[in-house]
């Protein structure tokens, strides 16, 4: 089968299209045929050996995606020929086929293409366990979600909505503003605008928000503090460098700065991640968007592209 393969970390160029042999499942793994694979931005970090925790290489990337069972192991009770999305893979997801445990497969909806399902892995489990295992979010709490057109910018915003949240979301561009608009009652601002905190405090009543979703703390999060309602929290998932904040704005507000790191989820919250999906899925409020598809050979691309480019939706890979 044809996969990425990364011989050592560095640029996007490691990322190289290879032959290497098809995956066997054993007791409690799946194959899939994978028919679309996600593209994190974290997997950036760790193609560049930047990443807390490291693979051993060489290693295939990915580790979210959507496809078809062509195998079963003992003990996995999946039929071939199920459509599936997949959560976790043990061999990567830039590939043709990726072998995954079967606690990992879950049933795609026949409403849902196969690019929709490689959005249902990180960015839904990010939203979740951002706002309801690490924010403890309450329905009426007012919520920024920083670079909400993008793929869990936008999970976010759809699991805060069917919660009962009031949403403010910003985006850099008018095309991410309309798009994070146009998933519910959501007032949105340019994050580029120097005054855009405080428009959105002001959108608030000058209250302040109850929980800011940071997706680039290293610019942002001085200026997230100043805007925060007492006992206020910043949930930090992504952050590309240091920072410097002033600690009075956190003491003036009894405010908090949590960091969320999906790989420290237990089991247990997993599955409360795994079955709040289905339950949005199953009611219709959770609606993947898939803003790119590229080619798997385009991998080097597609790492360039979720860096450096405004994020529209979900990027993902097509073998």
Same mark, same amino acid.
Not at 24 to 53: K, M
Not at 160 to 168: E, I, M, P, Q, S
Not at 179 to 194: I, Y
């Given at each position: 089968?044809?996969?990425?393969?990364?011989?050592?970390?560095?640029?996007?160029?490691?990322?190289?299209?290879?032959?290497?042999?098809?995956?066997?499942?054993?007791?409690?793994?799946?194959?899939?045929?994978?028919?679309?694979?996600?593209?994190?931005?974290?997997?950036?970090?760790?193609?560049?050996?930047?990443?807390?925790?490291?693979?051993?290489?060489?290693?295939?990337?990915?580790?979210?995606?959507?496809?078809?069972?062509?195998?079963?192991?003992?003990?996995?009770?999946?039929?071939?020929?199920?459509?599936?999305?997949?959560?976790?893979?043990?061999?990567?997801?830039?590939?043709?086929?990726?072998?995954?445990?079967?606690?990992?497969?879950?049933?795609?909806?026949?409403?849902?293409?196969?690019?929709?399902?490689?959005?249902?892995?990180?960015?839904?489990?990010?939203?979740?366990?951002?706002?309801?295992?690490?924010?403890?979010?309450?329905?009426?709490?007012?919520?920024?979600?920083?670079?909400?057109?993008?793929?869990?910018?936008?999970?976010?915003?759809?699991?805060? @909505? /069917? %919660?009962? =949240?009031?949403? $403010? +979301?910003?985006? *850099?561009?008018?095309?991410?503003? !309309? #798009?994070? &608009?146009?998933?519910?009652?959501?007032?949105?601002?340019?994050?580029?605008?120097?005054?855009? @905190? /405080? %428009?959105? =405090?002001?959108? $608030? +009543?000058?209250? *302040?928000?109850?929980?800011?979703? !940071? #997706?680039? &703390?290293?610019?942002?999060?001085?200026?997230?503090?100043?805007?925060?309602?007492?006992?206020?929290?910043?949930?930090?998932?992504?952050?590309? +460098?240091?920072?410097?904040?002033?600690?009075?704005?956190?003491?003036?507000?009894?405010?908090?700065?949590?960091?969320?790191?999906?790989?420290?989820?237990?089991?247990?919250?997993?599955?409360?991640?795994?079955?709040?999906?289905?339950?949005?899925?199953?009611?219709?409020?959770?609606?993947?968007?898939?803003?790119?598809?590229?080619?798997?050979?385009?991998?080097?691309?597609?790492?360039?592209?979720?860096?450096?480019?405004?994020?529209?939706?979900?990027?993902?890979?097509?073998?």
């Amino acid at each position: 089968m044809r996969a990425i393969r990364v011989h050592e970390f560095g640029d996007p160029d490691v990322l190289r299209l290879e032959e290497v042999p098809t995956p066997v499942p054993v007791e409690g793994e799946v194959l899939v045929r994978i028919q679309a694979a996600g593209v994190n931005p974290y997997e950036t970090y760790v193609r560049a050996g930047a990443y807390r925790t490291l693979p051993a290489l060489p290693y295939t990337p990915g580790v979210d995606g959507s496809g078809v069972v062509t195998q079963a192991g003992p003990g996995a009770d999946i039929e071939s020929g199920a459509r599936v999305y997949v959560t976790a893979s043990l061999s990567g997801t830039y590939a043709e086929y990726a072998l995954c445990r079967a606690e990992d497969v879950h049933p795609l909806p026949d409403t849902l293409s196969h690019p929709q399902g490689a959005t249902l892995g990180v960015p839904c489990a990010t939203a979740f366990r951002t706002l309801f295992q690490r924010g403890r979010a309450k329905p009426g709490e007012h919520v920024l979600i920083h670079g909400a057109s993008g793929a869990v910018g936008l999970a976010t915003v759809q699991f805060a @909505l /069917a %919660a009962g =949240l009031t949403v $403010t +979301g910003t985006a *850099g561009s008018q095309a991410g503003r !309309e #798009l994070a &608009a146009a998933q519910g009652d959501v007032r949105t601002f340019d994050h580029h605008d120097p005054s855009h @905190l /405080a %428009a959105a =405090l002001a959108s $608030t +009543g000058g209250r *302040g928000f109850d929980m800011i979703v !940071e #997706l680039l &703390a290293n610019v942002n999060l001085g200026g997230d503090l100043t805007v925060l309602a007492r006992n206020g929290r910043v949930l930090v998932v992504g952050n590309r +460098g240091l920072v410097e904040i002033n600690p009075r704005d956190l003491m003036n507000v009894e405010g908090s700065v949590l960091g969320v790191m999906g790989s420290l989820a237990t089991p247990e919250e997993v599955a409360e991640v795994d079955a709040a999906v289905a339950a949005g899925l199953r009611e219709g409020w959770l609606r993947p968007v898939v803003g790119r598809e590229m080619a798997l050979a385009d991998a080097p691309r597609a790492h360039r592209h979720i860096i450096e480019r405004p994020a529209l939706g979900r990027l993902v890979l097509v073998p």
